[in-house]
């Protein structure tokens, strides 16, 4: 009964870790919009392990006529940890071509025309998915900067929520767990293998 109370105990243990150090799980402080552009927000994310690959899914959302690149172009960024990640304009409604400018991962954006959609303009709206994008997680806190801009010749500074918005409709952490997390668990599990020797060592010397 000792024995397998003690391993109860330590398969508990070694599935804690497991889990704590998978991290697959929401940012904190989205705001789906419809937000002004120029705006920006800031998320937020509490990680139990530090993982220099790790990777970020998010979806992007446009309301009207939120442009990709033409005269009248928006772009948006994303900075994570103080440094700049992500960035593309996208045809979310507008019109112009979809595109990202720097970054890893994969961005499929959809709006009423259909799939990574052309110069059409739709004024329904869209969204663009982002895939697979990389960065530094570290341990603790992590801070996930979104923000839209209006360069384009014709923007006048920005369009007004009568004529355009954003929102970030979700964003998923993932990462893997680090060597120490591996070690731990295989320390857990040597444990169960000493136990389990010691006590067939015991029954056959009674």
Not at 134 to 154: C, D, E, M, R, V
Request: glycine fraction near 16%; hydrophobic fraction near 40%.
């Amino acid at each position: 009964m000792i024995f397998k109370k003690t391993v109860l105990a330590v398969l508990a243990t070694v599935a804690m870790g497991s889990s704590t150090a998978f991290a697959d799980n929401s940012l904190t402080g989205l705001i789906g919009g419809p937000l002004a552009n120029p705006g920006s927000f800031m998320a937020t994310y509490e990680s139990s392990v530090a993982d220099a690959q790790a990777t970020l899914n998010f979806v992007l959302s446009g309301f009207k006529s939120l442009d990709g690149f033409n005269s009248y172009q928006d772009v948006f960024t994303l900075t994570i940890n103080s440094a700049e990640m992500y960035s593309g304009s996208f045809n979310l409604g507008g019109g112009g071509t979809s595109s990202t400018s720097f970054g890893s991962g994969t961005a499929v954006t959809l709006n009423e025309h259909g799939v990574n959609p052309g110069t059409n303009i739709g004024w329904n709206g869209g969204t663009t998915t982002v895939t697979g994008l990389k960065f530094n997680l570290l341990q603790g806190h992590n801070t996930f900067l979104f923000a839209y801009s209006a360069p384009g010749i014709l923007n006048g500074g920005g369009q007004g929520l009568g004529d355009e918005g954003w929102g970030v409709k979700s964003a998923m952490v993932s990462a893997v767990p680090e060597p120490a997390t591996y070690a731990m668990m295989l320390a857990g599990l040597g444990l169960i293998g000493t136990i389990a020797r010691r006590r067939k060592q015991t029954a056959q010397n009674t």
